[in-house]
T-cell receptor
Framework: AQSVSQHNHHVILSEAASLELGCNYS??????LFWYVQYPGQHLQLLLK??????LVKGIKGFEAEFIKSKFSFNLRKPSVQWSDTAEYFC????????FGTGTRLQVFP | DAGVIQSPRHEVTEMGQEVTLRCKPI?????LFWYRQTMMRGLELLIY????????DSGMPEDRFSAKMPNASFSTLKIQPSEPRDSAVYFC????????????FGPGTRLTVT
């Protein structure tokens, strides 16, 4: 069965530190990939998505993700995090339905 | 647009009671999804509709759960009878044309069953 793995369950960073959140999926076919973010007390929002083309995808708020097909990965990055990036981040893979990872909780301290 | 609307935002009920969660999708969206979020299992798809028709309910945990979409602007998720293990946040989401399009999530209903 298709699955999505987010190995970092909880990440703690100081402001201005660089961020990379891992996402791996298990599916051999064509996939569409998403990162969603859930700020404290709010609903999930789309951060960025990859369907085709340039494997380096730019999203909102300075986030980007790189699709590496050979590694079945779609890691999320941000060069310099801010306190307002404190949230839970979900990777999701679309095969015949959208499958979410278990999420990574990011805490950024000033 | 007001976005996806869910009610109630919080629900506390006793074991054995019936619970009904409500969702109003974004106008013009053909797909509606119900998800459940727990610490242990993360975000799980329960059921989704296309043009008011249930397409895949394989994620519905058991017969105590049922969902309906009587029209394009309203859906319900019902649990009868409720159990403590049903405690979770239930999200409704809608999208224009299915999986390849962004899903817009509602604020969720936090259900606590005591």
């Amino acid at each position: 069965a298709q699955s999505v793995s987010q190995h970092n369950h909880h990440v703690i960073l100081s402001e201005a530190a660089s961020l990379e959140l891992g996402c791996n999926y298990s599916y051999g076919g064509t996939v569409n990939l998403f990162w969603y973010v859930q700020y404290p007390g709010q609903h999930l929002q789309l951060l960025l998505k990859y369907f085709s083309g340039d494997p380096l995808v730019k999203g909102i708020k300075g986030f980007e993700a790189e699709f590496i097909k050979s590694k079945f990965s779609f890691n999320l990055r941000k060069p310099s995090v801010q306190w307002s990036d404190t949230a839970e981040y979900f990777c999701a893979v679309n095969t015949d339905k959208l499958i979410f990872g278990t999420g990574t909780r990011l805490q950024v301290f000033p | 647009d007001a976005g996806v609307i869910q009610s109630p935002r919080h629900e506390v009920t006793e074991m054995g009671q019936e619970v009904t969660l409500r969702c109003k999708p974004i106008s013009g969206h053909d797909y509606l999804f119900w998800y459940r979020q727990t610490m242990m299992r993360g975000l799980e798809l329960l059921i989704y509709f296309n043009n008011n028709v249930p397409i895949d309910d394989s994620g519905m945990p058991e017969d105590r759960f049922s969902a309906k979409m009587p029209n394009a602007s309203f859906s319900t998720l019902k649990i009868q009878p409720s159990e403590p293990r049903d405690s979770a946040v239930y999200f409704c989401a809608s999208s224009r044309q299915g999986w390849n399009y962004e899903q817009y999530f509602g604020p969720g209903t936090r259900l606590t069953v005591t």
